[in-house]
Antibody, heavy 119, light 108 residues
């Protein structure tokens, strides 16, 4: 079964660092793009970043570049999204999702990781 | 950057047809994808490449794309179709992925 399983909910303070994960199974990790999508409470989906684990090629939304880092570990079929210094405005649900090489849609999604940043 | 515009809400009676639009500059030249998101759940892909359906998605869901508007059409609407719907494209000019602002479908 094709699956993307994300790490659990996080509660952090402003200024703290965080790394959330997305472990995939049921398909070849290095043959698909893995993207991250943010959804702030009650708001729309926003594309954050995407990585091709085969060669670690990465793209960032201008809205998030410099604020987050996307990475991937091929040995454990896991993608990551990390922050070095969280802000309250980073509070949101973050989804990882799979995209094939040929079709630019996100066909399989993880269950989401809720990140809460509060003092 | 490329912008996708959706109406905030669409209402339809059960059994009728719902049409949700997604506007963008020359969107007809891009591949448009549509997602359904129910409260508390992750999005689900319902239409890709303008008009194709993933396996398991009912034929009641269809899509079209021309000029400056793409449309998701849901025929014979059911109560279970009530959800938020998002369009999405890949903008090759900027090498960015873009989502629309979402449309809340209400089944009356």
């Amino acid at each position: 079964e094709v699956q993307l399983v994300q790490s659990g909910a996080e509660v952090k303070k402003p200024g703290e660092s965080l790394k959330i994960s997305c472990q995939v199974s049921g398909f070849r990790f290095t043959s698909y793009w893995i993207g991250w999508v943010r959804q702030m409470p009650g708001k729309a989906l926003e594309w954050v970043a995407i990585i091709y684990p085969g060669d670690s090629d990465a793209r960032y939304s201008p809205s998030f570049e410099g604020r987050v880092t996307i990475s991937a570990d091929k040995s454990i079929s896991t993608a990551y999204l990390q922050w070095s210094s969280l802000k309250a405005s980073d509070t949101a649900m973050y989804y990882c999702a799979r995209q094939s090489l040929r079709i630019t849609s996100f066909d399989i999604w993880g269950q989401g990781t809720m990140v809460t940043v509060s003092s | 950057s490329y912008v996708l515009t959706q109406p905030p809400s669409v209402s339809v009676a059960p059994g009728q047809t719902a049409r949700i639009t997604c506007g963008g500059s020359n969107i007809g030249s891009k591949s448009v994808h549509w997602y359904q998101q129910k409260p508390g759940q992750a999005p689900v892909l319902v239409v890709y490449d303008d008009s194709d359906r993933p396996s398991g998605i009912p034929e009641r869901f269809s899509g079209s794309n021309s000029g400056n508007t793409a449309t998701l059409t849901i025929s014979r609407v059911e109560a279970g179709d009530e959800a938020d719907y998002y369009c999405q494209v890949y903008d090759s000019d900027s090498d960015h992925w873009v989502f629309g602002g979402g449309t809340k479908l209400t089944v009356l």
